[in-house]
């Protein structure tokens, strides 16, 4: 299907956006609270309706949700820490991130789009003994929509980097035509990762320094624990490069997550990494992308 529209919730940087942008669809509405991912987000998209705040919002909770344009995909990668295995894992019960989820359950259900598509942490489907998950499965069906999920690694689609994420996918029933052959939404099929780490910094990354063992995929992208030892499993940023101990830096973590080089980040290099590290692997989200856009195209003949 041609000339779909989405909106880009808790957009970050817009991992989404350059993702689903790059199959030919529209953004019509983002929202995204951080002023540093918002300098990012603007530098990157230059289309007119970042100068509209209407169109542009900070606080989703201060956004008329009937006032959002109408739209095809409702695209979130709410957020993650309250959820996570590394935050506090409040889950629900944090006022500030957690209860987000349910703005995306008022735009649903007021707009009713065609289809939404989710990414979180893959501990959410186990956060506090699988209700949480059970709560959001529910949620969404009581608005009439499928659901569909599956954990996928970065690492299955081309990204040297494991970066598990759970992406969930819904249709709104009523849009779909012949449901009488109603067919389960299919992921993506993993692709063989021939970038190595060694190929984004350019020299011999092993396992150790003895340089014997080359690391194929690396270690999740994260800022953090960049003072402990490299052999630490906390240490998530640091790599053994020709047998010396070298730290990521924003320009390979663009690489690792499936942004181009051209992309840019007008931030701190602190700010860059914290940036890379809350963003979606955007190689996924196409390939998802992908299928959403075929999925839609069934139901339409």
Known sequence: MKNLKFIDLFAGIGGFHLALKSLGMKCVF?????????????????????????LFAGDIWKVDFKKIPDFDILCAGFPC????????????????????????????????PKVFFLENVRHLKNHD????????????????????????????????????????????????????????????????????????????VSTDLSGKKERKVGFTLRVGGGRSPINDRRNWDGYIVDKKVVRINSEQGRQMMGFPKSFKMPVSENQAMKQLGNSVAVNVVKAIGKEIESHLSLYSK
Not at 87 to 106: A, T, V, Y
């Open 30 to 54: 983002t929202s995204e609270i951080d002023e540093f991912a918002r300098k990012t987000y603007a530098s990157n998209f230059h289309e007119k309706y970042l100068s509209d705040k209407k």
């Open 81 to 112: 820490q309250p959820f996570s295995q590394a935050g506090h894992k409040k889950g629900f019960k944090d006022n500030k991130d957690g209860n987000l989820f349910f703005s995306i359950e008022e735009i649903i259900k007021i707009k009713k």
């Open 129 to 204: 003994q699988g209700r949480t998950f059970k709560t959001i499965y529910k949620t969404l069906q009581n608005l009439n929509y499928t659901f569909d999920y599956k954990v996928i690694k970065a690492s299955d689609f081309g990204l040297p980097q494991h970066r598990p994420r759970i992406y969930m996918v819904g249709f709104y029933k009523p849009s779909l035509k012949n449901m009488f052959k109603e067919l389960s939404f299919t992921f993506p099929r993993e692709i063989a990762l021939k970038k190595t780490v060694s190929d984004i910094f350019g020299g011999f």
